[in-house]
């Protein structure tokens, strides 16, 4: 059974103008050291992406996703390993909501990044481990409201409720006080393993944990690209549906410009000029 008797997390309503995103100088450095997803065992689910739907691969860490694989699971003891920049907020709580109602053990590994909403699923773990290099990144919501002054002045006491439920979380699962944590939060905090366990925010330093050999390998160097250049892009202060526009219209030109030759057109995106655009806009 459960170990911990962890609290529902408050549910919200998605605002119809919010855009969530993840933050831009830690999506930077996950884009930077991927490490692809392998086949997950029987018990055993991975998170090796944003959270939300991910426009790129077509998949992200969804609770439509999770809650299909706890159901394939059953009632047996789970690991969720964890490599991800974060995302959507409310995704993140609907998937913590999820595992912390599992009813066997829930094992959480960081074998690289639980950042923002990913730290927020972590919490969930009966026991929490972090591998060595692994950091977990705690801040405020994160996201852009578009909308005139009325609206942006409802989003400000929107977005302290949104910290509030996220602050509740943390409070429950690591017993800090309710300023302490606050202030991890407005500092916006990486916390390593150590730290992260002296913080309450990890249980175990474990020194066996890491992510598969070669997995880094087997990523799709054009997903990798993509990524990457997302990533300069957010640096640069795009939002993150201006970058999916921009992005979209660099890829899909490949294939409509008929002054291409037809191998070029067939290839679809250039690669090469990614990589030039990501070094641009990291000059």
Do not use: C
Not at 33 to 54: K, Q, R
Not at 180 to 199: H, Q, R, W, Y
Not at 232 to 260: H, K, N, P, V
């Amino acid at each position: 059974m459960s170990l911990r008797k962890l609290p529902e997390a408050r549910v919200f309503a998605r605002p119809h103008n919010y855009q969530w995103d993840a933050p831009s100088y830690v999506l930077a450095k996950w884009a930077e050291a991927p490490i692809a997803a392998g086949a997950d065992g029987n018990t055993t689910i991975s998170m090796f992406d944003v959270i939300g739907e991910d426009v790129w691969s077509g998949g992200g860490v969804t609770a439509n996703r999770i809650s299909a694989a706890l159901r394939s699971i059953g009632n047996r003891d789970i690991t969720v390993r964890i490599n991800s920049p974060g995302g959507d907020m409310f995704e993140g709580i609907s998937i913590y909501n999820m595992l912390r109602g599992h009813p066997a053990k829930v094992t959480i590994e960081v074998i690289g990044w639980a950042a923002s909403a990913a730290s927020i699923i972590a919490m969930a773990g009966d026991e929490i481990r972090m591998g060595l290099g692994t950091f977990m990144m705690v801040h405020n919501a994160w996201g852009a409201v578009v909308g005139n002054r009325h609206d942006m002045r409802e989003t400000a006491d929107m977005f302290d409720g949104f910290d509030a439920a996220i602050a509740d979380i943390y409070e429950a699962r690591t017993g800090m006080k309710r300023a302490s944590i606050e202030k991890l939060m407005d500092a916006e905090t990486f916390m390593g393993p150590s730290e992260a366990v002296k913080n309450g925010f990890a249980d175990v330093v474990a020194d066996d944990l890491s992510a598969d050999a070669g997995d880094a390998k087997n990523m799709d160097r054009g997903l990798m690209a993509r990524r990457q250049t997302e990533a300069a892009l957010a640096r640069a202060g795009f939002s993150r549906t201006i970058r999916s526009e921009m992005l979209s219209e660099l890829i899909g030109s490949a294939t409509r410009d008929a002054g291409q030759p037809s191998a070029a057109r067939d290839a679809g995106i250039d690669e090469v000029a990614l990589q030039r655009l990501i070094d641009i806009l990291r000059s």
